[in-house]
């Protein structure tokens, strides 16, 4: 069961055109968004980011496109599918509607949402390994587009299947300046001592939800100073920790890079205290 513009529809059901402008264009953002026994997490950061994305990409914005509505579609699509006692990924996915090629005929928009099931619930850090290299086949172009959650992600497809041939768990991407920007599911964060920092959107990393949160409780923590500045492969090196943040799996501690080894006792704590906000509001 998917919604499809407001109506709920069987999976099997043939809703996409061979047209359809995000399949043939990749003309299309989407949203990842972590549903928590019915209650949308960062849902107001999530629509925020939506809307400006869509403004940024010329898509005509629905007049009932209001947070309210698209609340309210998120859960009527898990109440259709018995998961509003879950926890659970859902995909909000808006492309321009058929017609024209690199010019479009229109810019009014269609609309999916898709959920699936997820193992945990609140945040979780595991002890096992989490092995990474760099993903170097390819780059990204700073810039403003590259912040957007587009469907545009043949690199990080690419990536993912390099990773997997290779035996890492995930990949670093690098900008056409050679700086990291982010994971391939993901934004980095590097920490030396008492400083934590993280690539600026100016060099093309993901406009990140989570990245956000964590930004936000790095900010009230005197115990940690906290950056945002381009990093460079050499650092990862040096650094005491290195962890990936998403909205899924929240904080995820990077334990090896090449030959270096990793702690995770900032990741944990980070975790305990987004934990506790997520309780709290």
Known sequence: MINFNGTLQDNSSNLLSIDNRGYAYGDALFETIKV????????????????????????????????????????????????????VRVKLLVNRVVGGKYLPVSNDIDYVITTEVLPTDLYQITDSSYIIDLYKDFFIAPGLLSTLKTNNKITNVLGSIYAKENGFDNCLLLNTNKNIIEALNG???????????????????????????????????????????????FELQKADELFITNVIVGILPITNYRKKEFSSEVSKSLLQKLNIKIRLT
């Open 36 to 87: 928590l026994n019915g209650k949308i997490l960062f849902w107001e950061d999530h629509y925020f980011r939506l809307m400006a994305s869509m403004r940024i990409l010329r898509m005509e914005i629905p007049m009932n496109f209001t947070m309210e509505f698209l609340q309210d579609e998120i859960i009527k699509t898990l109440e259709a599918r018995n998961e509003t006692g879950n926890s």
């Open 187 to 233: 934004n980095i964060f590097v920490v030396k001592d008492n400083v934590i920092k993280t690539p600026p959107l100016e060099d093309g990393c993901l406009k990140g939800i989570m990245r956000k949160q964590v930004i936000e409780l790095l900010k009230a923590n005197d115990e940690f100073e906290f950056v945002e500045d381009s990093v460079s492969p």
